[in-house]
């Protein structure tokens, strides 16, 4: 994600024989500070849930029924805060890969005494396969995803049709996808993949203005000053 810290370390193979899929993100390892490191040991069993190929109880999980909005690399984990602060009445699941951004959403859950929000540190599609049931999950929110903008690298774009149907599927009827990117031909991509998925109805006329629930993140605010574009798109579920 465009927002991390991290730096690339390691990249993985583009095949993963285990999944028989292309991942969409590389091994990342930042630094972890010694603040987002305490955060970690000290809120991570209380927040973090461990990956498992078992379905949750969202309602077990939150210790109450509401509904449940999942965040698909949420980077160092700002936005999520502020939204999930902002939407007391909903449940918040943000999944991310990178321990920097896992331990600085942490210390900021510490810091506000969120309650509506859990984390888990692994790959979002393994995540949603394995963890999330059909028809359990009121939104989804990918934000600013890697966009692999070289043409070699376009096939490992998240946005892409299957993980879409996938994504279809864990949605009640009337929840929402929202996704939004700073690079035009992504913008482009997720607009013709999102527009021919059957089972989802845009919200706008082609982009979506940006809901007055995602704010601006500092990097989209030094692009816009630069005269780079954002784009956001809202789909709905039939």
């Not at 990956?51 to 160092?76: D, S």
Request: with cysteine; hydrophobic share 40%; net charge neutral.
């Amino acid at each position: 994600m465009n927002d991390q810290s991290a730096e690339l370390t390691s990249r993985p193979p583009l095949y993963d024989p285990t999944e028989r899929r292309i991942r969409s993100f590389v091994t990342r390892a930042g630094r972890l500070s010694n603040a987002q490191a305490k955060a970690i040991e000290t809120f991570g069993s209380q927040y973090c849930l461990p990956y498992a190929k078992e379905v949750l109880n969202l309602e077990q999980v939150f210790g109450r029924h509401a509904p449940t909005v999942l965040e698909i690399g949420f980077g160092m984990g700002d936005t999520t805060a502020t939204i999930a602060a902002a939407m007391p009445e909903t449940n918040f699941l943000g999944v991310e890969v990178h321990t920097p951004g896992v331990g600085n959403l942490l210390k900021v859950i510490g810091e506000t005494g969120l309650q509506n929000l859990r984390l888990i540190q692994h790959d979002a599609f393994e995540v949603i396969t394995h963890m999330i049931a059909p028809e359990t999950l009121a939104g989804v929110h990918i934000f600013f995803p890697d966009p692999w903008h070289k043409a070699r690298h376009n096939k490992r774009r998240l946005i892409q049709p299957p993980f879409v149907q996938l994504l279809v599927s864990r949605i009640v009827s009337g929840g929402y996808i929202h996704c939004a990117t700073d690079w035009q031909d992504y913008a482009e991509q997720m607009l013709a993949v999102l527009g021919a998925e059957p089972a989802l109805l845009n919200t706008a006329e082609g982009y979506a203005p940006r809901p007055a629930y995602r704010p601006e993140t500092k990097f989209e605010k030094r692009g816009l000053r630069l005269g780079h574009g954002v784009w956001d798109l809202v789909y709905r579920k039939r």
